[in-house]
Each structure stands twice: as C-alpha cells, then as structure tokens.
C-alpha cells in the first residue's frame, strides 16, 4: 500500500490523511463542488472532484469515488464513517476493482449490517442480547411476537445505523400504526424495509467497546466507552472509560466484544454495542463497521492510533500491540459541536464561519474540517469539530474541557458549545452513569 484515497469529509477526512503521513503514505482527498476548497483537499497529496454538492451526487457515488481511485493511482480506499463506509457492495466493489478496502470484508459487513443476523451471531457467540423478534414482514406477525416479547418496545430497521430507523412503542395499537411506517422509511433511508422488535430497556447505559482485529487471527480490545448523552439517539458526549463502571462488568463486556468480534471472522476496527440496565446486565444491540466518531478517545487513554492501525491491518501487517501491553491511563471527554440552534430544536444551520478560533492546552485535542471562511453546506451533517480532552483522571478531563470551550469561538453559525458548557457543569452528569433517556428529560 502506497496511496491510500479517503472516501469522505470533514474532519475524518483530516484524520485519515493525518493517520496517513504518519504510515508514509500519500493520501488522495476527494470533494464534491461545495468542498471544492475544502481543508482536507489541501492536506492531501492529491484531490479529485467526484461531482455535485447533493451527497448522492458526490460521497454516496460509488462508481465517480472508484473512477477517482484509478485516475489518481490510489491502491486503497478508507471510507472513513457515515457515506459509503457500511455498504456491503461498495466494499465488494473495491475488492473487485482491484483495491484494498480499508475495513472489513464485504460479507462481514452485511452479515453485522443486518441487525437481526447482528443478533444472531452474537447469540452464537454466547452474547447476551436484548429480548427482540427476528426480521418481520407483516404487523400481524409483529403483533404476536410483541405479546411474547413485552412491552415497551423498538421497532428497528434491520439495515439502519448510527441511531436512525428506530421507533419506540409502548401499547399494540401503537405497534400496528409503527410497523408500516417504519418499513417505509427504512425502504427510503437505507433501500431496505425489513425491520424486527426489541424490547426498550428503561434507563440503560450505552457502553461500547472498541476491538482491533488482523488477517493473522489476533483480537484485542482498547476498552470501552459511555456514550449515554443523547438526543434522539444521536451521541452528543462521549467518556472513556466509562464512569463507574464495576471491573467484574469491564472484563465480562470487553470479552464479549473479543468473542464476538472473533466468531464472525472479522478483520479491521470496529465498535461492539451494548445497553447496560440499572442493575449491571449488560446485552448487545449492533456492531459498528467502521471507525466510530468518537474513537479519540480510546486513542487518548491508550496511546494507540486507531486509524494508523486500519491501514497498517489493510495492508496486511499483524497488529502493533498484544492485549496484554494495552494499558488503560487517565479518562477521556468528547464533545460534539454541530452547527445547530438549540433554541430552534436543534435545527441545522449551515453558513460561513466568520471566526473560528481552536482551543489548546495540555490534554487538549480538536478536531475539524474546517476554517475561518469555510461553509458549512447544508447538503451534509451539522458536525463542525470534536472538542477531545484527557487527563489523569475524569474531573481533569472535563475541567480540560470546559476551559477548551472557553477558548473555542465559532461565529457565522449557531452551535451547541452552550448546550456543552451547561452539561459539563450539571451535577447529575458530574456524578457520572446518566443513562440514555438523561439529556431529553433534562431539556
């Protein structure tokens, strides 16, 4: 591997390119005709215009970012997070044009992209689950499962991801209503209308784990995160490791993500999720494959690069570390700063960013795409930076970050920085172990 082209924008743009130079390797930036000035195409070694703003026109292209590939030279594509990266026949067709895809082999990633064969699997490994049905077809059929189930429940789209085609209900009359809606969406959101029922865990915890796996057979583990914060099921703040957690729990759930990761042959990074309830039970609820937004910070409490060991896994080399010289060292805290306008619902906001000034300090990391004079485009989602800090123990980390949002200024465009600076200072989080449901009672 010599010239790796990144599939994607924004800051993993930037990191992928960054985990890049640091391999020797040249990097291809692609961008659409509203990224056309974009930071990351002028970081890269090379950039190549792929087509229109609209994101189907552009990222979501397969066949222009393969066309893109062979102009440029490149001998790997890494999809990075979100587009293309979780789709089974992209993958396949990098392989077959001749490329080194940067994750997974295609069939692993349906088999873990399909959420009701996710469960299946896990079963198999001796994972724990959430009590749920397999793939539905009919409101009938959803009907009798619910009654074995229970209620209240998750209608889930099978091919869904990243918090999106997920539906609560609570009663069978809202099930009868949901189940056709949902297969409607999940047809027009992710060209898949199966879905399947799972059972809604009161006041669970988001804990996953991120593993590590190569073409020699070897698993590791870089522990887990809490990634509870949510607004509609979109992460906001994300901690490693997680608060509180008991180190009976940490080992049981960490193995699991190992077991798991290993019985479906999987190679590359990924994410292993789970809910843990109230009273320390902990069950699966999908894989994740791919790098996740908030990989930095198991990078931050382990010391390894992440994305440097997906290209180093791709180009067929064994793994960097042994689990056992993995260490876990201090606490980390990131926060997301999306331009949305938390006074208007959290709507989108695109515009030009008139100031943009980067925090640091020790322990300190941003993260972004983006400069003073850049346009946030409405055609992509609102996140603008990654505001990561670290230290030897939680209260530094969050200190770290507080005063790293003193030093951020972003004008142009609204943004969630005073949502941040409010929740860093709320008791309840302080105190750690907020489950997922905590910021929508909160707001």
């Keep these: 591997m010599k010239r790796v082209l990144i599939a994607n924008r924004g800051e993993i743009a930037v990191r992928v390119i960054r985990a890049a130079h640091t391999l020797g390797l040249e990097a291809v930036a692609v961008h659409s005709d509203a990224d056309r000035d974009s930071r990351w195409t002028q970081l890269a070694d090379h950039a190549v215009h792929i087509g229109k703003s609209a994101a189907a026109k552009s990222y979501l292209d397969a066949e222009a970012i393969l066309r893109a590939a ?3 030279g490149a001998d790997a594509v890494h999809p990075g997070y979100g587009f293309l990266s979780e789709q089974p026949a992209f993958a396949a067709a990098v392989a077959e044009a001749g490329l080194t895809f940067v994750g997974p082999s295609a069939e692993v990633i349906e088999r873990m992209g399909d959420k009701a064969a996710a469960r299946t699997a896990a079963t198999a490994a001796g994972v724990p689950v959430v009590p749920g049905s397999g793939a539905l077809e009919a409101p009938e059929a959803a009907l009798a499962a619910a009654e074995e189930i229970g209620y209240p429940l998750l209608v889930k789209a099978a091919a869904g991801g990243g918090g999106r085609g997920i539906r609560p209900v609570r009663t069978p009359e809202e099930l009868a209503e949901v ?5 409607a969406e999940a047809r027009s959101a992710f060209g898949d209308g199966t879905v399947y029922l799972e059972r809604a865990l009161e006041n669970a915890r988001h804990i996953e784990v991120q593993v590590l796996a190569d073409t020699h057979g070897h698993v590791v583990h870089t522990f887990e995160r809490d990634c509870s914060v949510q607004r509609r099921r979109q992460k906001l ?3 490693a ?3 509180g957690l008991a180190e009976d729990t940490r080992e049981a759930i960490t193995a699991a993500a190992v077991r798991l990761t290993e019985s479906v042959g999987y190679t590359g ?3 292993v999720e789970f809910l843990l309830s109230p009273t320390g039970e902990f069950h699966f609820i999908e894989m ?5 937004v908030e990989h930095p910070i198991s990078e931050e409490i382990t010391g390894i690069d992440l994305v440097a060991e997906q290209l180093r896994i791709a180009a067929g080399a064994p793994l960097s570390v042994a689990q056992e010289e993995i260490g876990r060292h201090g606490a980390a805290v990131e926060l997301r700063i999306n331009a949305e306008d938390p006074d208007r619902d959290f709507a989108p906001s695109p515009g030009e ?3 943009y000034d980067f925090p640091a300090g020790p322990g300190v990391r941003f993260e972004t795409g983006f400069l003073c004079g850049s346009r946030i485009s409405p055609f992509y989602d609102s996140m603008i930076a990654k505001v990561v800090a670290h ?4 209260a530094t980390a969050i200190a770290r970050a507080r005063q790293a949002l003193t030093e951020l200024t972003v004008e142009g465009v609204p943004t969630t920085i005073g949502l941040h600076q409010r929740l860093l200072a709320d008791p309840e989080f302080l105190t750690g172990g907020v489950h997922t449901k905590w910021l929508e009672q909160r707001l």
């Design 237 to 239: 703040i994300e901690e």
């Design 179 to 183: 189940v056709p809606a949902a297969q």
């Design 353 to 355: 960013l008139t100031r």
């Design 70 to 72: 062979r102009e440029s």
């Design 269 to 271: 990074a990924g994410t």
């Design 241 to 243: 490791p997680a608060p």
């Design 391 to 394: 230290g030897p123990d939680r």
């Design 288 to 292: 994740n494959t791919r790098i996740q």
